[in-house]
């Protein structure tokens, strides 16, 4: 697996604009994920089809990828093992990049996106899954293209990449934490949408550039739906067997109280902040806002509880009765243990979601 760097902010508006050739890679990109978008949602689905187009998808992106990515001295950060963003940063093998530019951040997108492509052909990942990812590639493709003024460049393939290992336990793990990465970043995507969105309401203006910020920030987040179907694309076995008690390991050696939650994943941290600042101002300006932007909330709230939804349903699979690491960690500092399972404290925060969002459905 490559290494996955990502900026020390979780920000695109942070990075250094510095960028050569990367520019060019995503308008190549971008012409491969439209094609392929137009495959995958086509009005008949073959599957022997669909493989061999990511079979040919992945060989087209061979020559995009460039897992040694150059940076200055100081850049990398290193790991605080008493911070907890950084003790779920090693165990899911990132690292953060201080004063990150744009040329280093797009190779990494390009990166962690190849890998992605290459192993989605390998997976039980269903067609309308995989249509989410393809349109938050298409999203960010077309945020990272604004205002970029690019010659087409056509780039000659070379021989496929093969990412995955072999076994299948080393592979099951490899899924798992690709789709961390891949998560990580169309969060990353999603957050600056979202920022922007703020920006545009705390302006006034309620124009369809506000609509489609908020649309590409629901389907980046949607995606990273995706990444964690992706992530369980295996057995319940290899799950209990493997995974689990990789995590349950790496949480000992880090002696944090608690196991591996949401809480300790910087962008999802980061963007739950904007997450929540944005449906403040929608609450808030809601009786001003025009159809056209209510629309595109009422699609993020949908897949927002969605989201949710199929998590807990990844929990039954994967866990089935038992607790979730964090709910284990819980129950180790308290005299009466957690007899819910992971499913349900996951079925329990989608009501949650459910009434932080009624708002937006409601006449008031």
Known sequence: MNQCYLPKSSSI??????????????????????????IILGETYILKNVISSFE???LAL?????????FQEGQLSDYDMTDKFDIYDKYFEVVRVDHMSTGQFIQQYLDTSAELISELQH???????I?????????????????????????TERSACAFAPPSNEERALYRWKLAHHGFALFLIFSGYCFKKAIELIRLGVYSEKLADWIDKGAHLFRATTACMEFGNSFTAT??????????????????LPNGFSGTQNFEYVQWRKLKIE???????????????????IELFRAYYLEDMHIHSIIAGRMVGIEKSLLQDGISKNKSKPMKITAADMLRMMAKAREKECEFILSNH
């Not at 942070?14 to 978008?37: D, P, T, V």
């Not at 061979?62 to 150059?70: K, Q, T, Y």
């Open 131 to 155: 249509a989410f990812m393809l349109k938050a590639w298409e999203a960010s493709n077309e945020i990272l293209l604004e205002n970029e003024v690019i010659d087409a460049v056509t780039y």
């Open 56 to 58: 040919d998808f992945s």
């Open 62 to 70: 061979s020559a995009l990828i460039n897992p040694d990515i150059a």
């Open 238 to 255: 290899i799950y209990r067997s493997v995974v689990r008690p990789d995590m349950s390991r790496a949480n000992e050696e880090a002696n």
């Open 278 to 296: 944005l449906l403040g101002l929608i609450k808030e300006h809601k009786r001003e806002l025009p159809i056209h932007v209510m629309d595109a």
């Open 123 to 129: 997976t039980s990942m269903s067609r309308g899954e």
């Open 13 to 38: 508006d942070a990075l250094e604009r510095e960028h050569q050739s990367e520019m060019n890679k995503i308008n190549f990109f971008h012409g491969r994920i439209k094609n392929q978008i137009d």
